[in-house]
């Protein structure tokens, strides 16, 4: 099993950075394929990053593609998402997730908490 914990949300402004950190606990954190969805309100969870164990394969939809970047430490347990030139329109609560995967999974096991990013303008 995974636990997952988000952090590095809050509030920022139109056009800025920020990096989002998913800390996982939990035995071979190595053999867990990672993701990042988020979840605005009243809307479905989307996908925006997701990435091979080694990191080697990379998935990002066309919504964040090149603004979004998704990065994993596996000595630290740790996965990370920097965003780039945020807009209101990212606002929404983010979401690490896993499982325990060779491949790219299609579905997901383990979840975060979550943590809210809220952009203003």
């Known amino acids: 099993q995974l636990q997952l914990r988000e952090s590095g949300g809050g509030l920022v402004r139109v056009g800025d950075s920020r990096t989002l950190s998913c800390a996982a606990s939990?035995?071979?954190?190595?053999?867990?394929?990672m993701a990042w969805f988020r979840q605005a309100a009243g809307e479905a969870r989307t996908l925006l990053a997701a990435?091979?164990?080694?990191?080697?394969?990379?998935i990002y939809p066309d919504s964040v593609k090149g603004r979004f970047t998704m990065s994993r430490d596996n000595a630290r347990n740790m996965a990370y998402l920097k965003m780039n030139n945020l807009t209101p329109e990212d606002t929404a609560v983010y979401y690490c997730?896993?499982?325990?995967?060779?491949?790219?999974?299609?579905?997901?096991?383990?979840w975060g908490q979550g943590t809210q990013v809220t952009v203003s303008s």
């Open positions: 997730a896993a499982r325990e995967s060779e491949d790219m999974p299609t579905s997901y096991d383990y």
């Open positions: 990435m091979s164990l080694r990191g080697g394969n990379q």
């Open positions: 939990g035995r071979f954190y190595y053999r867990y394929a």
